[in-house]
C-alpha cells in the first residue's frame, strides 16, 4: 500500500508544480518560459538558458566537476543568451569545496578605465548625459568575465579551457534556434541592436528584418574569439588580436579602454561574507559587491521577529520586512564601495548588535517614512540585466556566479570583428557624487567614479548551509531586486518550509527606501494589500522581480532539488 500511495503523493506534488508554474507565467505574460523543475543526487545545473544548462550538465556527466560545468554554462549562455551572457562583460562567483569545505569567493567584475574621470559623464550644465552614460563606448568598463572564468578553471577545475569552450564554439559557429524569449527580447531592444554597423550584423537578418522565433543564429566573428581564447588562454583578450580590435574601436569612437587597462586586468579573489540566521550560514559575495552586506544586515534585522509565525507573505511579514529593506538599502548609500578605494564597514553592517538597534526602530504596526531614515551609525570595524546559475556535482562541489552586461545587451555595441557585446558598468557609478537627488538624498562618495576603480553591483550569489553541509545554492540577476530576491528564496526555505519551487515561484516584494513605494508582485491578496495600506505603505503592484535559479539539497537523503524561474526562460537540469 505504501509505494501506490507514494506516487500518489508524487503525482500530486508534480500537477502542483506544474500548475502553479504555469499560473505565475500566465500572470506575468511569459506563457513560452522554459522551465524544468529536476531532482536527482548526482550532478545539476540551473541556468537562465536551457541549452548552456544541458552543455553544463553533459560536462559533469563526462567526468568534470561543477567548477568545469559552471565555465562552460557561462559561455554557453554568451553565445545563446546575449542580452545577458557574455565574455565583454564581468560577475562573481563563490565555489564551495566538498573535499575541504572551504568556500572562496572570485570577484571578476568590471573596474573603470585608466583615464576614467569623476565628471565624465556630465555635460557642460553639469547634468548627466544619459547617452554617454549608457549607450556609447565611454559607458564601456574593462571586461572580467574571461579572466575569471579561466582563473576559476585553472584553481579548481579539472578540463582545459578549451574543452570548456568548445560548445560555446560549436553554438557560434554552427548556431543554434532562436527560441521565443530571445527572440521578444531582440524585438523589444530593436533599436538598440541596428544602432551600430557591427551589431546589426549580427542580430538583424540580410533581408533587413530583426531575428525570430525558428530562425537559426550564427555568429563567425564570435566563434573565431572564443578559438582564439580557447588556443592561447585568456591572453588573447587581454594582450593579443582581440585587445587590438577592442583598442582600435574605442579609439575610433571616443572610449577610454587601453592596451593597458587590457594588460594589466586581474580577478581577485575576496574573502565572502559570511552572517548566521536562525541556525543556518549564510555565505554570499563582498564588495564591491552590495547584495552580500546587506542581505545578512537585512536577515538579522528579521531573525529578531518570528517571521513563521506571522505567516508568509502576511501583511505582517511583509511590513517587518520592508522597513529592514528600508534601512539597509540606506545604508547601501553611504558606505558601499569598491574595497581597494574605501573603507566598508563590513563587520559593523553585518554584526547582530547594529541589527538590534535598527531592530528597536522599526514599529510593528506603521511604517516609517523613507524621508525620516537616515544610514545608521554601523560601527567601523575595519579601517539591469544579469543572469546567475548554479551547479553542484555528483561529489557535493558547489558553484554559484552571477554575470552580467549591465543592461539588456550591454550598450548595444558589438566589438568589430570580434561578435561579442560590450558591457555598460560604468552607469553603475554615481555619477554626480554629493549632489542632493529629487528625494533630498545626497549620493554617496563611496562610489564615486574613479580610474581603475569597480563599480557597485547588487549581484550576490549565495551560499547556505546548515551542519557545515551545503543546504542551498541561489542568485539571480534584477539590478537592486537581486538582494530581496535572494533574501525571499532563503526566507521562503527557512521560515516559511517552503520546498525549493514553491519558494522560487512565491510572489516577492521590494522596498529600496527611496522612492518610498512597496514594490509587490501580482498574486499578493487584496486584503493584504489593503492592511499594508493602512500601516502607511505605499503600494505599487508592477513586473516581476528577479529570476532565481536555485539547487536545494536534502541533508539527510543528498537529494538536489532544482528550480528555474518562471519569471524568466531557465532550466534546471540534472541527473
Given amino acids: 500500500m505504501k509505494k501506490p500511495a507514494f506516487k500518489l503523493v508524487a503525482l500530486y506534488t508534480a500537477l502542483w508544480v506544474i500548475t502553479l508554474t504555469a499560473h505565475v507565467q500566465t500572470a506575468y505574460g511569459m506563457e513560452n518560459a522554459l522551465v524544468f523543475p529536476s531532482q536527482g543526487k548526482s550532478g545539476m545545473v540551473v541556468a537562465g538558458q536551457e541549452a548552456a544548462a544541458r552543455a553544463g550538465l553533459e560536462v559533469m556527466k563526462g567526468g568534470g566537476n561543477a567548477v568545469d560545468a559552471a565555465v562552460t554554462v557561462a559561455f554557453v549562455m554568451a553565445v545563446t543568451l546575449p542580452r545577458a551572457g557574455n565574455i565583454g562583460g564581468g560577475g562573481f562567483m563563490l565555489i564551495h569545496s566538498a573535499k575541504t569545505r572551504e568556500i572562496v569567493a572570485i570577484d571578476y567584475w568590471q573596474k573603470a578605465p585608466g583615464r576614467a574621470s569623476r565628471n565624465m559623464f556630465l555635460d557642460r550644465d553639469g547634468n548627466t548625459d544619459l547617452q554617454l552614460r549608457r549607450q556609447s563606448h565611454l559607458a564601456t568598463a574593462v571586461p572580467g568575465t574571461v579572466a575569471g572564468l579561466a582563473m576559476a578553471l585553472k584553481k579548481f577545475g579539472t578540463i582545459s579551457l578549451a574543452q570548456a569552450l568548445a ?11 532562436v527560441n521565443g524569449k530571445l527572440a521578444a527580447d531582440m524585438k523589444a531592444y530593436e533599436t538598440l541592436l541596428r544602432a551600430w554597423p557591427a551589431t546589426a550584423k549580427i542580430f538583424v537578418k540580410p533581408d533587413g528584418r530583426i531575428y525570430e522565433a525558428g530562425d537559426i543564429l550564427v555568429q563567425k566573428d564570435l566563434a573565431g574569439t572564443l578559438k582564439a581564447i580557447a588556443k592561447d588562454g585568456p591572453d588573447s583578450f587581454y594582450k593579443g588580436a582581440i585587445a587590438g580590435l577592442i583598442v582600435k574601436q574605442m579609439q575610433a569612437n571616443g572610449g577610454l579602454i587601453t592596451s593597458e587597462d587590457l594588460a594589466a586586468y586581474e580577478p581577485l579573489f575576496r574573502a565572502p561574507v559570511r552572517g548566521s540566521y536562525r541556525g543556518y550560514d549564510v555565505i554570499s559575495m563582498s564588495p564591491p559587491s552590495t547584495g552580500g552586506v546587506h542581505i545578512i544586515e537585512i536577515l538579522n534585522i528579521l531573525e529578531g521577529f518570528d517571521l513563521g509565525r506571522s505567516g508568509h507573505n502576511s501583511a505582517a511579514t511583509i511590513h517587518l520586512t520592508a522597513e529592514a529593506m528600508k534601512r539597509a538599502f540606506a545604508d547601501l548609500s ?23 538597534a535598527l531592530r528597536a526602530k522599526i514599529n510593528p504596526l506603521k511604517t516609517t517614512a523613507g524621508k525620516d531614515i537616515r544610514p545608521g551609525d554601523a560601527p567601523r570595524y575595519e579601517r539591469d540585466e544579469t543572469t546567475h546559475f548554479s551547479v553542484v556535482d555528483k561529489v557535493g562541489n558547489t558553484v554559484s556566479s552571477t554575470y552580467t552586461l549591465n543592461g539588456n545587451f550591454g550598450n548595444g555595441i558589438v566589438v568589430e570583428g570580434a561578435g561579442f557585446l ?34 557597485l553591483s547588487a549581484m550576490s550569489p549565495t551560499i547556505v548551509m546548515k551542519d557545515d553541509k551545503v543546504l542551498l545554492v541561489t542568485g539571480s540577476p534584477g539590478s537592486s531586486r537581486i538582494i530581496s530576491t535572494n533574501l525571499q528564496v532563503i526566507m521562503n526555505v527557512i521560515d516559511h518550509g517552503m520546498n525549493i519551487q514553491e ?45 532565481s535559479t536555485s539547487i536545494l539539497i536534502d541533508g539527510k537523503t543528498a537529494m538536489r532539488y532544482g528550480a528555474a524561474d518562471p519569471r524568466r526562460e531557465g532550466s534546471a537540469l540534472g541527473y
Avoid at 501580482?522 to 493584504?528: E, L
Fill in 167 to 177: 560548445p560555446a564554439i560549436k553554438y557560434a559557429e554552427e548556431g543554434f534556434m
Fill in 334 to 356: 553611504e558606505y558601499l564601495g569598491d574595497p581597494d578605494f574605501v573603507k566598508v564597514p563590513v563587520k559593523g553592517l553585518t554584526s547582530k548588535r547594529y541589527a538590534a
Fill in 422 to 455: 560590450l558591457n555598460n558598468e560604468m552607469d553603475n557609478f554615481n555619477v554626480q557624487p554629493g549632489r542632493i537627488d529629487e528625494s533630498g538624498i545626497r549620493e554617496g562618495e563611496a562610489n564615486a567614479i574613479a580610474p581603475n576603480k569597480r563599480m
Fill in 503 to 547: 519558494a522560487v515561484n512565491a510572489p516577492r516584494v521590494h522596498n529600496e527606501w527611496l522612492p518610498d513605494e512597496l514594490q509587490i508582485e501580482k498574486g499578493i491578496s487584496p486584503d493584504t494589500i489593503k492592511l499594508l495600506s493602512d500601516m502607511g505603505h505605499t503600494i505599487g503592484v508592477g513586473a516581476p522581480m528577479g529570476a
